[in-house]
């Protein structure tokens, strides 16, 4: 599977964004998705992930409240839509995907995804 993140940009403190992810090649609805986010000179931490198939949703605790992952089966996508955008949320956010079949949709180890986009850019001015 092939993943194609988008929706990167500069937002003010306060504000939103929403990123997408879409995926193409081997799709279906039997994986986990997840977005990852890494900060400069920071590694790569776990934001938020969904189980595609049954809609299941679980947040990391810093972003819990303020961001919603979703996806839209026909178009092959996953958003993050982010609410109250923090300075601290500034980071490149990486989509991700593993078959359901290996992982846990509460999984937020990134070494256990084995498919990645290319990550978009986030940052929040304060």
């Known amino acids: 599977v092939q993943l194609q993140a988008s929706g990167g940009g500069l937002v003010q403190a306060g504000g939103s964004l929403r990123v997408s992810c879409i995926a193409s090649g081997r799709t279906s609805s039997s994986y986990v998705m997840a977005w990852f986010r890494q900060a400069p000179g920071k590694e790569r931490e776990f934001a938020a992930s969904?189980?595609?198939?049954?809609?299941?949703?679980y947040y990391a605790d810093s972003v819990k409240g303020r961001f919603t992952i979703s996806r839209d089966n026909p178009k092959n996508t996953v958003y993050l839509q982010m609410n109250n955008l923090k300075p601290e949320d500034t980071a490149v956010y990486y989509c991700?995907?593993?078959?359901?079949?290996?992982?846990?949709?509460?999984?937020?180890?990134?070494?256990?995804?084995?498919?990645w986009g290319q990550g978009t850019k986030v940052t929040v001015s304060s």
């Open positions: 991700a995907a593993q078959p359901i079949r290996s992982i846990f949709f509460t999984t937020v180890d990134p070494r256990v995804y084995n498919y």
């Open positions: 969904i189980n595609w198939s049954s809609g299941k949703t």
